[in-house]
C-alpha cells in the first residue's frame, strides 16, 4: 500500500530503503513533507508518520544520533515563542508514568526553548520504542529507539466509520472496511477516475473508491443482488427493505453523486465497446464457498438448470471455474484498463501447493504486487495488484494457451473441496474423539 501511495503521490520507493518485516515501525526516504502529508491522507496500513531526527539500538545510540542531527533542521520548531509536548509510546510493552517522565527527562540536552502545552500544542514530538513481536519475550531494553517530529496521521478511523455492521446493504461475501480501502490505494484510484467491479455484490467495493472521488460502477450475474431483492443477510432480518441497494449504500456515506450504475450481467461475456475505459478494476471474485461461481449458460444447458429470479427473471447458469473466471479478468483489464492502469484482485490458495507460479499472468499485465491474508491453516487468499503496461492487441486475447503455465493454474478449480477438506477431518476427528 505505501509503495503504491508512494508513486501516486509523486515519489518513488527506493530499493534500498530497508523494510522490517518484524517491525512496526519503518524509516522511509520521502522528499518533502506535503508529499508525507498526501501518503497520510490515504493509508489505512500507517499509523502516523514522523520527521526523525534521531534513531539508535540503545539510549546511548539515540542519544548520539540526536546530538548529531543539524540544529538548523530543529531550531524552527523549539523557538520561545512556540508550545510543544513530547509523546512516549512503546511497542509490545507498557511503562509506568514515572517511567515515561524520567525518559523524556533524559532529552534535557534538546535545545527546546518554548513552553510545554499538553493540550493544544503547535509542535508533537515522539519517542517511540520497539520491544520486538514476542509478548513471551519482552526485553528489558528496547531493541530500537526513535525521536522525531509528528507530521500527520494515517486513515485508520475510516475502517471504523465505514463499518459493515453500520451498512445500510450488505450480503453474504461483503468486504470488510479496511481491506476494501487496502485496495482503493493498491489500485491507485484517484479522483475522477472510472473504477469497475465485473463481480459487484453489494458494492462494498465501490465504497472506498468513490470516498477518493472516483466514479464507480459494475456487474453482478445476480438481479437480486443488484436490485436489492430477495432474501436479507443480516442474522434478524428475513427479507430485504425497499431501500436497500448499491446506490442507498454509497447515498449513506454522501457519495452517491459518484455512482454510474450497476449492471446486470455475466462477466465472462463482452458487454462492453471496445477500447480503454476503466482507470482501475477492483473485484473480489466468487471462490464457490459461500457463493457459487456462475455465468450464463447456453440453450442446451437450459434442462439441467434453470434458475427463476425476481419478477420473472430467468436466467441458465452453468458452472464457472475458478481458472477461467481469472483469465477472463485477465483478458478483460488487458483490453479495457488505461495504460498504467491497474487490476486489483484476490486469488483464493491452498497454502500447501502454493508457489508463484501458479498467479496468472498475461502480456499486457505486470505483477505489482502479491499480498497474503491467511484464511485457515491450510488456506489463505493474495491480494493481486497488476498494472498495464502494453496495449491490447487481437493476437493477446489467448496468449496464455499459448505457454506451458497454463495447467498449474487450473488448481486454482478445486479450491473449494481443498478448503473444506480441514474442516471435514475436524469434524471426524471431534466425532471420532467424542466416540472414545
Known amino acids: 500500500e ?107 540536552f534538546l535545545p527546546f526553548k518554548g513552553k510545554v502545552n499538553l493540550k493544544t500544542p503547535e509542535h508533537i514530538f515522539w519517542i517511540l520504542e520497539d520491544y520486538g513481536m514476542n509478548p513471551n519475550d519482552v526485553p528489558e531494553e528496547p531493541i530500537h529507539l526513535y525521536f522525531g517530529r509528528w507530521i500527520a496521521d494515517g486513515q485508520r478511523e475510516l475502517i471504523e466509520s465505514y463499518s459493515v455492521k453500520k451498512r445500510h446493504f450488505i450480503g453474504n461475501t461483503s468486504m470488510d472496511a479496511c481491506l476494501s480501502f487496502i485496495m482503493a490505494n493498491h489500485a491507485r484510484v484517484k479522483p475522477n477516475d472510472i473504477v469497475y467491479d465485473p463481480f459487484v455484490g453489494t458494492g462494498g467495493l465501490l465504497i472506498s473508491s468513490a470516498h477518493f472521488g472516483a466514479y464507480v460502477c459494475g456487474t453482478d450475474i445476480d438481479y437480486n443482488t443488484i436490485h436489492g431483492l430477495g432474501k436479507a443477510s443480516r442474522k434478524n432480518q428475513k427479507w430485504r427493505g425497499p431501500d436497500e441497494n448499491i446506490r442507498a449504500n454509497l447515498r449513506q456515506y454522501g457519495l452517491e453523486k459518484y455512482y454510474l450504475d450497476a449492471l446486470v450481467a455475466d462477466s465472462s461475456r463482452p458487454i462492453w465497446r471496445k477500447g480503454m475505459l476503466f482507470d482501475a478494476i477492483i473485484t473480489d471474485p466468487p471462490y464457490g464457498i459461500r457463493e457459487a461461481p456462475r455465468r450464463m449458460g447456453s440453450q442446451k444447458e437450459a434442462v439441467k438448470s434453470v434458475e427463476r429470479s425476481t419478477e420473472n427473471h430467468f436466467f441458465v447458469s452453468s458452472s464457472y471455474h475458478l481458472s477461467d473466471i481469472f483469465f477472463d479478468l485477465l483478458k478483460f483489464g488487458a483490453e479495457y484498463l488505461v495504460m498504467g492502469g491497474r487490476l486489483v484482485y484476490w486469488l483464493p490458495i491452498y497454502r500447501p501447493e502454493y508457489t508463484e507460479e501458479i498467479i496468472p499472468r498475461h502480456p499486457c499485465l505486470k505483477l505489482v504486487s502479491n499480498c497474503e491474508q491467511m484464511l485457515s491453516s491450510h488456506t489463505s487468499r493474495r491480494l493481486i495488484t497488476m498494472e498495464k503496461v502494453k496495449e491490447f492487441k487481437d493476437q493477446d486475447e489467448n496468449s496464455y494457451l499459448l505457454d506451458g503455465q497454463y495447467l498449474p493454474y487450473r488448481g486454482h478449480n478445486s479450491f473449494r473441496e481443498k478448503y473444506f477438506s480441514g474442516v471435514t477431518k475436524r469434524i471426524a476427528k471431534e466425532e471420532k474423539d467424542n466416540q472414545k
Open 2 to 108: 505505501i509503495t503504491s501511495l508512494l508513486s501516486l503521490c509523486g515519489g518513488q520507493f527506493s530499493g534500498e530503503q530497508e523494510i522490517r518485516v518484524n517491525s512496526p515501525f519503518w524509516i522511509l526516504n520521502i522528499p518533502s513533507e506535503d508529499m508525507a502529508r498526501g501518503l497520510m491522507k490515504r493509508t489505512v496500513c500507517a499509523k502516523s508518520i514522523f520527521e526523525l531526527w534521531g534513531h539508535g539500538r540503545s539510549a546511548g545510540e539515540l542519544y548520539a544520533s540526536l546530538k548529531n542531527y543539524p540544529t538548523d533542521k530543529m531550531l524552527p520548531y523549539l523557538q520561545s515563542d512556540s508550545t510543544y509536548k513530547i509523546h512516549i509510546h512503546t511497542f509490545n510493552k507498557t511503562l509506568t508514568q514515572a517511567q515515561k517522565i524520567k525518559k523524556i527527562d533524559a532529552l534535557e
